[in-house]
């Protein structure tokens, strides 16, 4: 049994891989800015909750005793993301150092040094953050969530149009399969100071999983085809998005929407 504390595990993914590390037996500790009461949905029986803000680092040091390994599965939006991602990781790893946790896994993206988009620049500068420290480093990166694809497609069918990206294909993974993996490299698995990438089960065109979507969930809309602009577009219409040779994902696309269904 390992410490460990999950950092963001209050979130989307975090809270899978929180609910996957209690699983396995673990003493699990979550640190976020928000704690969940008893009955929130990010809330998991038998977990440590400690209030913490990497930015201003308030909290950080009490929540980082008496762990084994930190999971940073963290998560900025909009310009915040820029300062969650860097002085954030920053705070967060110079304090683990000092309170001698040996080990970190970071959740990362798949290819995410090669596009000048915004997010992602600041993701590959975590993630060189987490190479550069004290600490023994695994980068798990992975393909894009079964969700992230679901809510283009929701935003979509509120005007009557779902968007069906052009030229772009994907290779979606349930962020359970993420957990998993996620815990596994905390307890060991892979060599460590590694970078390495995750994909989902089945690679899919756009068309394809918004096909899946409107069947398995009923909702209406017209499959129209829409452009990707800027540097992630053309990531994705390369394919740069895509590890058919890592497809460690088991849950594919239309199991996972008849499961949340
Ligand atoms: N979406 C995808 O397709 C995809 C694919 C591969 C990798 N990823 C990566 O996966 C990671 C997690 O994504 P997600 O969608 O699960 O995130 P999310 O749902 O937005 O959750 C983010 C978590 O970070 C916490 N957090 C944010 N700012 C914080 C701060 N200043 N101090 C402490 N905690 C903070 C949040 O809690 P509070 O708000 O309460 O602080 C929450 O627990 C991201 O780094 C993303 O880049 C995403």
């Not at 999971?71 to 991602?85: A, C, L, Q, Y």
């Not at 500068?125 to 809510?151: C, G, K, N, P, W």
Request: a positive charge; charged letters at 20%.
């Amino acid at each position: 049994m390992s410490r460990v504390l999950v950092v963001g595990g209050t979130g989307l993914c975090g809270r899978q891989v929180t609910l996957e590390a209690v699983r396995r037996g673990h003493e699990v500790s979550v640190a976020s800015r928000r704690v969940p009461a008893e009955g929130d949905p990010a809330y998991v029986a038998g977990v440590r909750y400690a209030m913490v803000d990497l930015v201003s680092a308030h909290g950080l040091e009490a929540a980082l005793d008496l762990n084994d390994v930190l999971i940073d599965t963290t998560n900025g939006m909009g310009r915040s993301s820029s300062t969650v991602f860097t002085v954030g990781a920053l705070n967060l790893l110079h304090a683990a150092a000092r309170w001698g946790i040996g080990h970190a896994v970071l959740l990362s993206i798949i290819n995410v040094d090669k596009s000048s988009y915004s997010y992602y620049r600041a993701k590959a500068a975590q993630e060189q953050i987490y190479r550069e420290s004290a600490l023994e480093t695994r980068i798990v990166r992975t393909t894009q969530f079964h969700d992230l694809v679901t809510s283009f497609f929701e935003r979509g069918a509120r005007f009557g149009m779902i968007p069906a990206l052009s030229g772009v294909r994907f290779q979606t993974i349930a962020t359970a399969d993420v957990a998993r993996i996620l815990v596994d490299a905390a307890t060991g698995v892979g060599e460590p100071e590694a970078t390495e990438t995750f994909g989902g089960p089945q690679v899919l065109t756009t068309r394809q999983m918004a096909e899946q979507w409107k069947s398995r969930t009923g909702r209406r809309g017209l499959i129209v085809p829409a452009p990707v602009p800027g540097s992630l577009g053309a990531l994705w219409k390369s394919g740069g998005n895509l590890a058919p040779d890592r497809a460690a994902g088991t849950i594919s696309y239309a199991d996972w929407l008849t499961s949340r269904a």
